[in-house]
């Protein structure tokens, strides 16, 4: 089955990540169980994928066990 390329994006201030399918955002995951909920509501065929090793997913900023919270979040500095 073909399925569009899934980009989970680098963590936001509050270790949130943003699930996008082209120009869609998909929803908002704070933990790996919100990117496959989020994943099963877009209609994935979370049966045919590893969503933690699959290939059709970007994982930017950190992979699927990156989930920092705002404390070890790196602000720019001044």
């Not at 082209?22 to 704070?30: I, K, P, S």
């Not at 059709?56 to 790196?74: S, V, Y």
Request: proline share 6%.
């Amino acid at each position: 089955m073909d399925y569009p390329s899934i980009v989970v994006h680098a963590p936001a201030l509050d270790g949130s990540r943003r699930v996008t399918t082209g120009d869609e955002t998909l929803g908002v995951a704070y933990h790996l169980d919100d990117v496959v909920e989020i994943l099963r509501r877009a209609e994935v065929d979370l049966d045919e994928i590893e969503v933690d090793k699959s290939d059709i997913i970007d994982w930017q900023g950190g992979g699927p066990d990156h989930w920092p919270g705002f404390e070890e979040l790196e602000l720019p500095e001044d």
